[in-house]
Every structure is written in structure tokens, then in C-alpha cells.
């Protein structure tokens, strides 16, 4: 597993971006989401990579299994 920081999130579309390493941009569902607190922009998470969908169409790369960290949930619940 690798760590980021969710950059954006949409809870009406359901999805939104975390941002690894501070460079790489990454695609998550809330589907992807292994907890029952809500996604939040500056959240920490750790989560798995996976290829895009439909690879060879300029998507990027999907965070699945994704977790809060514990540090980053502070009094969220």
C-alpha cells in the first residue's frame, strides 16, 4: 500500500482525485472506499494502485482499497 492525500472529492458524482508522492494524480470511486467515514480534501489515505479502466485513453491510474489514515480522521466521527 502507498500513502496521499485526497486533492479533490465530489460526493454528488461519487468520485474524486488523491495526490501521491505530491506529483502523481490519481482517480478514485467512492467505491474504492473501505471506510464509513466520508472522504475529505487534505484526508490522508493509503490505498493500492491499479491501471485505468481502459487503458490507452489517457485515464489515469486508480486507487482502490482505500483507507483514512488515523492520524488525518481526527474527531470525524
Known amino acids: 500500500m502507498v500513502q496521499g492525500k485526497v486533492q ?5 458524482k461519487g468520485f474524486g ?8 494524480k490519481l482517480f ?3 467505491s474504492a472506499w473501505q471506510s464509513n467515514i466520508a472522504p475529505r480534501i487534505g484526508m490522508m489515505v ?3 494502485v491499479a491501471a485505468p479502466n ?12 482505500i483507507v483514512p489514515l488515523e ?3 481526527g474527531g470525524a466521527e
Open 28 to 30: 478514485f470511486h467512492v
Open 17 to 24: 482525485f488523491i495526490l501521491q508522492d505530491f506529483r502523481t
Open 71 to 73: 492520524s488525518s480522521v
Open 8 to 12: 479533490r472529492f465530489s460526493e454528488l
Open 54 to 65: 481502459k487503458p490507452g485513453t489517457g485515464q489515469l491510474n486508480q486507487a482502490i482499497n
Open 46 to 48: 493509503s490505498f493500492d
